[in-house]
């Protein structure tokens, strides 16, 4: 692993990559890393994520009580959310929250990304989705992203932004990218009369090559049940296949509620 002072020059380089590829506003965001089971370096609260050096760069414990600060700075007012993912995921060295465009207007209107449009999404990231609202800072958003920490490493948080998680900073930060431009071709595709959804089938091809190329991180390649017994997995199941995942109950429930109302209006 590079050094300390490496690292900390990579997370503001992510930083900038974030900040002038538009996926944060003022002071928004923050960027994580483990660098050993008890030492974390993050971002510090309040300042532009686009121009920091490393003397800005923080470091804490698990708990994430400050460990080292330089004067004026104090660890990120998200930290418990970042901690919260590293305690539930042992696999996650890097967490990235950002505020893209796209992906929060999908938080914002209440819409998970599960659509399956585009073989890269569907590879690198499966389904997105959108842990409930939650207050800044307190443990309102790790308690609510919880909920799908072991079965996803991107999730959309409601009327908020995004968070996405991995085995390195560089990956963390490519989810991040990911999950905005599958967001934004979501978004377009539907202004254009709504995207062509790949076939269970396409889908199934796809989820092979991710097992093929062994890649890292929770998918629902690997985590659905059927596909454990050696049947397809299901796309948005979210490891929950049997129990049921907020992402499919929240479809199923838009399918029924809009059924009920267009009988109510035929008067059936
Ligand atoms: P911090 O500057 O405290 O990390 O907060 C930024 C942010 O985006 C909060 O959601």
Redesign the pocket.
């Given at each position: 692993m590079a050094n300390e002072f490496e690292i900390k020059k990579q997370i503001c380089d992510i930083g900038k990559r974030i900040y002038n590829r538009g996926m944060?506003a003022n002071?928004?965001?923050?960027i994580s890393v483990k660098i050993s089971e008890n030492e974390f370096l993050c971002?510090p609260?309040?300042?532009s994520k686009g121009f920091m050096t490393p003397e800005y760069i923080c470091k804490v414990d698990r708990d994430g009580k400050v460990l080292q600060a330089n004067a004026g700075f104090k660890p990120?007012?998200?930290i418990k959310m970042h901690m919260r993912v590293y305690k539930e995921r042992p696999d996650v060295k890097s967490v990235v929250?950002a505020?893209p465009m796209y992906a929060t207007a999908f938080a914002i209107a209440g819409i998970p990304l599960t659509q399956p449009i585009m073989p890269e999404a569907v590879i690198a990231l499966g389904c997105v989705p959108i842990a409930k609202y939650g207050t800044?800072s307190t443990n309102e958003i790790p308690d609510a992203v919880s909920e799908y920490v072991q079965y996803f490493d991107a999730v959309l948080l409601e009327n908020?932004?995004a968070l996405t998680f991995s085995d390195s900073l560089l990956s963390a930060y490519n989810k991040m990218e990911s999950v905005e431009f599958y967001a934004q071709l979501l978004y377009l595709s539907r202004q254009l009369g709504g995207p062509k959804e790949l076939s269970d089938a396409q889908v199934q091809r796809l989820y092979e090559i991710r097992r093929q190329f062994g890649m890292t991180g929770k998918h629902p390649a690997n985590l659905c049940a059927n596909t454990k017994e050696g049947k397809a997995s299901c796309h948005n199941c979210g490891g929950h296949c049997g129990q049921k995942s907020q992402t499919a109950n929240a479809s199923e429930e838009l399918v029924k509620n809009i059924t009920a109302k267009v009988i109510k209006e035929l008067g059936l």
């Open positions: 944060v002071n928004d965001g923050n971002t609260t309040g300042v990120s007012s998200e929250h505020h800044p908020h932004g």
